[in-house]
């Protein structure tokens, strides 16, 4: 797994580093990272660095210094390469000085033309949005062109300026914009929050990690870590000569009902594609559920399901008291369980909560956004990693927040991000795949915060992989899954 880290141990890393290294060190290492970056991205889109025009728009401080020196070396290789800047009494003076030698200019405002926009306004220190003057300057760039006429990339320096780096979190603005919208974020020494979770991470577009040294220097906990091919492969049950179908695990699926019997063929569907070697339905929806899979065993009742590894409770189950049974006879299940959809409305009776606190066994709560409002009272907000701990915490329960960054948070205070999302996942039932996928994964023995990550992470390209054969309806997302999935090693 990757990791992302707070504002404040990146810093405390830095002067830690710094201490061992000759001054200006650092952001030679990360100018030099920058300008490799930028010089690429150049060539990619044809003509490369020589006679290409930059423009670097230069905040004070460090970030402003990191965008001057990348800005001299792009001008060392041939480029024509301006800056406007955005507070030339507090500009970095080093970079300045070898911005002009190597020949760059200073300018005023915005030209008409740029081949390449580097962002440089403002770093990690960075908060509350983009302030005038450079608010104004953000609202023309869309108005620039490049040499075939298209809009110029932008190029964050280490973080979007004006995104809140510790959470994510996009403040609001009327009229002029709040952060930049790069297409690529080139950022130095670790992962931020902000470059992973919340709605500042699409503004951030493609990240590229330049290494200046930092990781041994980093202490204390991540913030978030972010999940990976190699660790859900890793994660994987791999199938032994000896095992059989109880051997795998058996996953029960209180789902559906006569009302909404799509939502149990949906969760079955993930379920069926995951590792267990059995799947028991109880429910209303035992005849749509058969005619779609014939292998699963199906009961009226929880009760009558008999024995499982897991259980996942709550997709299109309805909020009657027949429901509220049959979330009771789960939860007193010694078995891990997955809660999803109807199962979560059912908990905002308190006295349903309090058996989840009192529980042994693992349990997973997915919520959406309404969702966790009506468990917590308010929204998640901008801070979606403290909001999705704060309710695993009073839980007692891992919680997967449904959303394009989805985020898995556990009740020791650990924190997941899952980078494979896709708005092509917001339609009806594709939350009702991944809940049969997750109970699946728990009843193949996998950790709860394991399998909320890895089904998080394969429900998202699978996702991806819908969405490239025309618009995604949950049914394209279980159809996916077992081709993504096959590529995982046996």
């Not at 063929?265 to 779609?292: D, F, K, N, Q, W």
Request: aromatic fraction near 4%.
């Amino acid at each position: 797994m990757r990791a992302a880290w707070r504002v404040a141990d990146v810093r405390a890393a830095e002067r830690a580093l710094m201490d061992t290294l000759p001054a200006g060190t650092l952001m030679r290492r990360a100018a030099g990272g920058l300008a490799g970056h930028c010089s690429r991205l150049l060539a990619e889109r044809g003509g490369g660095v020589y006679g290409a025009r930059v423009l670097l728009l230069v905040g004070s401080g460090d970030n402003g210094g990191d965008t001057l020196f990348a800005g001299a070396r792009l001008a060392g290789r041939g480029a024509a390469v301006s800056a406007v800047l955005l507070a030339s009494g507090r500009v970095h003076q080093g970079g300045l000085a070898a911005f002009r030698a190597a020949g760059g200019r200073v300018v005023d405002g915005l030209p008409d033309r740029a081949d390449l926009v580097l962002d440089g306004i403002v770093g990690i220190g960075g908060s509350g949005g983009l302030r005038e003057p450079a608010a104004r300057l953000v609202a023309g760039l869309p108005g620039l062109t490049g040499r075939s006429g298209d809009r110029p990339p932008v190029v964050a320096v280490d973080v979007p300026s004006g995104v809140e780096v510790d959470t994510g979190d996009v403040p609001r603005s009327v009229g002029l914009p709040s952060t930049v919208t790069a297409d690529l974020t080139v950022t130095f020494g670790c992962l931020k929050p902000a470059l992973v979770v919340g709605a500042a991470a699409p503004r951030a577009g493609q990240v590229e990690l330049v290494d200046i040294g930092l990781g041994p220097w980093l202490r204390g906990t991540a913030a978030v870590r972010i999940t990976e091919w190699s660790d859900v492969c890793d994660w994987w049950p791999r199938l032994g000569p000896e095992e059989e179908k109880y051997s795998r695990g058996v996953v029960g699926l209180a789902t559906g009902s006569a009302t909404y019997p799509g939502a149990a063929v949906l969760s079955v569907g993930g379920a069926v594609a995951g590792p267990t070697g059995m799947i028991r339905y109880a429910g209303g929806a035992r005849a749509e559920v058969l005619r779609r899979y014939p292998s699963v065993v199906a009961a009226e009742r929880v009760n009558d399901a008999g024995r499982v590894q897991s259980w996942v409770c709550g997709s299109g189950l309805g909020t009657d008291a027949t429901a509220a049974t049959e979330l009771r006879c789960v939860l007193a299940a010694p078995v891990p369980v997955v809660l999803d959809a109807d199962a979560l409305t059912l908990l905002v009776d308190g006295s349903m909560a309090e058996r989840l606190r009192d529980r042994d066994a693992p349990i997973v709560v997915t919520p959406h956004d309404r969702e966790y409002a009506r468990l917590c009272g308010e929204p998640p907000g901008g801070d979606r990693v403290g909001a999705a701990l704060q309710l695993a915490t009073w839980m007692n329960a891992v919680v997967l927040l449904k959303g394009d960054r989805t985020v898995i948070a556990t009740p020791d205070g650990r924190a997941f991000a899952n980078p494979t999302g896709t708005p092509a996942l917001a339609t009806g039932g594709t939350g009702d795949v991944l809940a049969g996928l997750l109970g699946s994964l728990l009843a193949a023995g996998l950790p709860a915060e394991r399998a909320a990550t890895a089904a998080a992470y394969l429900h998202g390209l699978a996702g991806q992989e819908a969405a490239r054969r025309g618009p995604v309806i949950a049914a394209d997302v279980v159809a996916a899954l077992r081709p993504v999935i096959a590529r995982l090693p046996r």
